[in-house]
């Protein structure tokens, strides 16, 4: 090709001839149709699996669905009015944040104790490291009914172990006591959580600079001051996602609870999720169990979206 | 492209295949006997019994008891409802309103089926004049004692009055070490309404009345709970007992007295690990009374057949009608109930020697002999109810509430909750 059948050359960029490739975006607007093509079985899993279900269920809030009428009835917010108005629904908030808040706390201590501990050096850590994964592994149920036999009152370890040491004389019910049933609970979710929360902090530690540490140990610095002014200042980005990861998980759980003490005595361990449960397999209201869901997961958005915020910021 | 070819000639077998084993079988059968280890043996003898006898197969989906309405109102919503259904007697008034549900009197005619099964049986199976539902096996929830036990405590007789039941197990506790003396249900709500309900009757209480009406606030039964606080308060009774929990504390002679359907028999043997030879311990009896002379009342109790149309109208030739029909021969009567230790539901098997000699059956019929109907169960809101309940009464055993506050909430929250179903207070 010679210079003579060019053409003036363009004195504007826009004026500059573009392949039919380059008019549709360019080599960005490719790699957005990949990014979103990629993207897709993602998202038609995503839609199936969670949006249309809950967009079912937003929808079911609305009606007065009971099993037994096939036929729903459209009352429009009234089942959010009863909700709202219900003290049991309350109540079971007021239960939900109580377990949430104790076993995250819990799980938060010891994990990180523990962590502390296997990350110091002595043979026989990669063992216990392993060991530790153990609780968590083991299927939520699974978990739950061993712990109901550490807690039974008639054939339970912590009984045995009272009587034997003449600490007791008859043994205890201690599911049979509104506190004693929360605390039986929340030792489970917090013996469930902590390998979790321990392999977090356990990541997090490897990476704190030793020679800080040695250096402040130098000063005088004894290991509560370690702890406070160096590790855990390391530590805080991990603590924040442990911390929401634990709020959600807490709220999302149902299967310990419901296995262990369905919820009672009475309503004391009655969290939200088995709140829903029983209203709609036990007094089959799918329309209130429904909303009662809805407003549970209005509980779970903030956690989530601030773990998910945290996430892209990184 | 020849491998694509193949491929989808494999995925067109294999779809073929699923769609050939989804409809294998004539009949499907969901129940909660084939989920117990003790009676799946029993169940599979039946289904063998109508394939050799028809030609047609069933296929037998189990679910335990306790789940068993809930699955089967999902299957109902989703329209993949089984053809026969095995339940108990207490929901088949919210069952009643289900799609498609067959009229027995319909297909095989009232007056035929009055001639085969017996009265009050057939009758646990009728709703506003339709034969929604056919006994399988029946019987009453009663008391049940075990003997090893009480010889041990040196009781020689039945107690008849709740003071002297009361005394009775004072002396179990204090002479058989580690023992629950009555394995009363103090967890599961299902399992406390049935046992709450039964001191109700003991005591001349009641909890809604014929027409829908609570009338639980009532000092007779603030009597019947505070009898059953006192038992607690006294370690009589034991908090974190279920209905299995029960039936095993008293196969192994930790516990004296428990109260169960007639079935009670099979779970005790199998418990036990004695099979038959624990029978000697197994003894019904009547259900203590508070005042001495007052008739001794039982709940009614049943196994119930109950069947979705395979054709519109449902007709005898269709395949799940003949083994509706094939459950009332003798042939399963016989079988299935006697090896579950209940009475059957149609007359000649009661009448077959096999049952009529069975002691231990006369002996429960003989000490159950007025069931009253399940007060609270037969409800549409029924499941609100049992929660309302078993939450005031666990209250009150727990020492959360007085008996009287108990009854009072009780009382108040069921009449909410009636209100809401539209049954007028």
Known sequence: MSSDTAGPVPTRIEDYPVSRHARRGGLQAVQRRIGLLMLAPAAIAFAVVILYPFGQALALSLFEDTLQSITPTFIGLRNFEQVLTDPEVWGSFGTTVIYVGCSTLGTLVLGLGWALLLNQKFRGRGVIRALTLMPWVVPSTVSAFIWAWIFNSRFGLINGLLLELHLIQVPQAWLSTPEGAMLAVILTRVWRSIPLFMAFFLAGLQNVDTEQLDAARV?????????????????RPVLIVVVVLGVIGGLQDFDTIYALTGGGPVRATAVLS?????????????GMASAIGVLWVATLLPPAFFYLRLLVRR | MKHVKGLMGTALAVAMLGIGAAQAADVSWMGYSYAEESAKPSVDKIIAGFTSKTG???????????DLQKNLLLRVRSHTQPDVVQISERWLPSFASLPGLVDYNTVFGADNLAKIYAPEALAMGQVDGKQLALPLMSGSIGMVANNAVLQQAGITEMPKTTDEFKKDLIAIRDKVPNSVPYAMATKNNSDILVDFQTWEYAFGADIIDANGKVVVDSDASKKALGFLVDLMKERLIAPEIGRPDARRLVGQSAAAFYLDAPQSRTFLRSFSGKGKDFDVNIKPMQVPVANAGQEPTSIQWAHLIIAFQQSNPPTKDDANMQFVAWLGDDAVETQFPVEQSALPGTISARANPIVADDAYLSAWAKNNTNPKRNEVGIWSNSGELTDILAEEVQAALLGQKSADDAITSMGARMKESMIKAGHAQ
């Open chain 1, 219 to 235: 000063d005088g610095a004894g290991n509560f001051a370690i702890l406070r002014d160096h590790v855990l200042p390391h530590l």
């Open chain 1, 274 to 286: 088995v709140e829903v449960y029983r209203k709609a397999f036990e007094q089959w209201d799918v």
């Open chain 2, 56 to 66: 047609k197969t069933v296929e037998p989906i189990a679910s335990a008891f306790g």
